[in-house]
């Protein structure tokens, strides 16, 4: 059973449009909130994240926003570029037990492809 | 340059041969990870570690195994490797409570 869901596997965007990716969680417990972004042949790289105490975090053109009661969250790009074009993986974190490391339980990413 | 590195990057094996695939950073982090990501799993935890000598089972350990002898390197070994084994493998660090996870390049395995 996915705890993280990311039920597109693809997107394709204008470039310059917003780009708009979602993600879904099931356990409660989940309190921390990732973007990662992979080029082919390279690893993810981190992108931008959120506390489950924000209900946004904006960082350039990445912005990310929160819903705890529909336990959603989205990434949203504007404008889009070309480089952008990326698997997108959300993650998500809950603390198993005090001091012990954060674990990150990942969604099965999304094909985002910006058209020039 | 702070970075996970790992090797090899393509492996080709038989089923029943063991192999080890290694994993290095220089960040100084104490928390290692394996993942492996398959065709619309996304990544999935193998083994962690939160620092010398203390390892952990993640979500799909069976078959793996792992040690953590020196804080840089955590090596993943699979004894006796099957075909379901094929896959895309990521080591990550991190520093200990952060959750932004720096990832190596990725081990591509085919097991025949």
Not at chain 2, 44 to 54: D, G, K
Request: glycine share 6%; net charge positive; aromatic share 12%.
């Amino acid at each position: 059973d996915q705890q993280v869901k990311q039920n597109s596997p693809s997107l394709s965007v204008q470039e310059g449009r917003i780009s708009i990716l979602n993600c879904d969680y099931t356990n409660s417990m989940f309190d921390y909130f990732l973007w990662y972004k992979k080029y082919p042949a390279e690893g993810p790289t981190f992108l931008i994240s959120i506390s489950s105490i924000k209900d946004k975090n904006e960082d350039g053109r990445f912005t990310v926003f929160l819903n705890k009661s529909a336990k959603h969250l989205s990434l949203h790009i504007v404008p889009s570029q070309p480089g952008d074009s990326a698997v997108y993986f959300c993650a998500a974190s809950a603390k198993r037990f005090s001091g012990s490391a954060r674990q990150l339980t990942f969604g099965s990413g999304t094909q985002l492809t910006v058209l020039p | 340059e702070a970075q996970v590195t790992q090797n090899p990057r393509y492996l080709i094996t038989v089923t029943g041969k063991k192999l080890t695939v290694t994993c290095s950073q220089n960040m100084n982090h104490e928390y290692m990870s394996w993942y492996r990501q398959d065709p619309g799993l996304g990544l999935r935890q193998i083994y962690y570690s939160m620092n010398v000598e203390a390892t952990d089972k993640g979500d799909v350990p069976e078959g793996y195994k792992v040690s953590r002898k020196e804080k840089r390197n955590f090596p993943l070994i699979l004894e006796s490797p099957s075909p379901n084994q094929t896959s895309l493998y990521f080591c990550a660090s991190s520093r200990q409570g952060v959750e932004t996870q720096y990832f190596g390049p990725g081990t591509r395995l085919l097991v025949l």
